[in-house]
């Protein structure tokens, strides 16, 4: 025995499959939007560069969303925060020197990020980093803190003059 559904009912009957729907669609985007994300700011695990793209001669890779420069000191890759160790300046690399130069008050590190110059108490700051399918992912979650002065690993004495006039 079949049953009839008449027009009336039919209609009846999609208005509430379709709040239904709605329904479901509504509760689906606020737990989606509610889900913790890793949103891959600062502060959290940033995507570097390639592996392949950080220079492995005396240059340096800026990566802007992690606040860093990657470079490569001894065969490692090392990621240096760009916050001068002084006041908190961001301190740039200087092509032509070859060096970080803090605009502020002149402090100076080589390319290891190690104390040369200035009133900084020490070198600037590293991430951590780990590398994932070729990837660089810089820890922006933790700061290692500086090297003091005095113990440079590398032999880059300035390459060039400064960007950076000496008071
Ligand atoms: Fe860089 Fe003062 S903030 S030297």
């Excluded at 079949?2 to 606020?30: H, K, P, Q, Y």
């Excluded at 605009?103 to 290891?112: D, E, I, L, T, W």
Aim: a negative charge; one cysteine or more; glycine letters at 14%.
């Amino acid at each position: 025995m079949s049953e009839i559904i008449t027009r009336r009912a039919f209609l009846s009957n999609m208005w509430v499959w379709g709040a239904g729907l709605m329904g479901a669609a509504g509760a689906w985007t606020s737990w989606d939007l509610l889900q913790p994300i890793d949103t891959g700011g600062f502060g959290g695990q940033i995507r570097g560069a390639p592996v392949d793209a950080v220079p492995t001669d005396a240059e340096v890779l800026t990566i802007p969303g992690a606040r860093a420069y990657l470079t490569t000191i001894n065969g490692e890759i090392t990621a240096l925060y760009w916050k001068c160790t002084h006041l908190g300046c961001r301190v740039p690399w200087c092509d032509t020197s070859g060096q970080f130069e803090c605009p502020c008050h002149g402090s100076v590190f080589n390319r290891a990020g190690d104390y040369r110059a200035g009133p900084a108490p020490r070198g600037l700051d590293r991430f951590p980093i780990e590398i994932q399918d070729g990837i660089v992912l810089i820890d922006t979650s933790t700061i290692i803190e500086g090297p003091p002065p005095g113990g440079e690993v590398i032999d880059e004495p300035p390459k060039g003059p400064p960007c950076v006039e000496e008071a």
